[in-house]
């Protein structure tokens, strides 16, 4: 894993922040979806951190995989939100999962995550 550990970013004050994370598996550490929010796209790998800076007001994040898709909608406050997303196996093909989290539970996991570009 590359990349800066966890930081929380600034935002303005009209805005929220949705921070994807993704803990370390070896077993989907190849698949790297597009993890889309508020029309921003990021490839989050393994051990992995996106931070989209949003509007406030309903946002949708949403992942395609090969075989299936998941999607989130928030109606999104100037706070910080937190997504995990984690991988189920389908018949030959790893099938995304985005899992609203709340900030404690998320804290912990997101701690060992680093920022993907």
């Known amino acids: 894993m590359q ?11 009209t805005s929220a922040v949705i921070y994807v994370y993704r803990p370390y598996s070896y077993a989907s550490s190849l ?3 597009d993890v ?13 951190y996106h931070a ?12 395609q995989g090969a075989e299936s898709a998941d999607k989130v909608e928030i109606l999104a406050e100037p706070r910080n939100y ?6 189920g196996w389908g018949v030959l093909r790893g099938h995304p999962h985005l899992n609203p989290m709340d900030a404690d539970a ?12």
């Open 52 to 63: 989209f800076v949003v509007p406030a007001g309903k946002v949708t994040c949403s992942v």
């Open 3 to 13: 990349g800066r550990p966890f930081e929380k970013v600034a935002f303005p004050s």
């Open 106 to 117: 998320a804290h912990d996991e997101i701690q060992s995550c680093v920022l993907e570009p």
């Open 82 to 87: 937190y997504i995990k997303e984690d991988f």
């Open 36 to 48: 889309v929010c508020g029309g921003e796209s990021a490839q989050i790998g393994p051990g992995g």
């Open 31 to 33: 698949l790297r979806p």
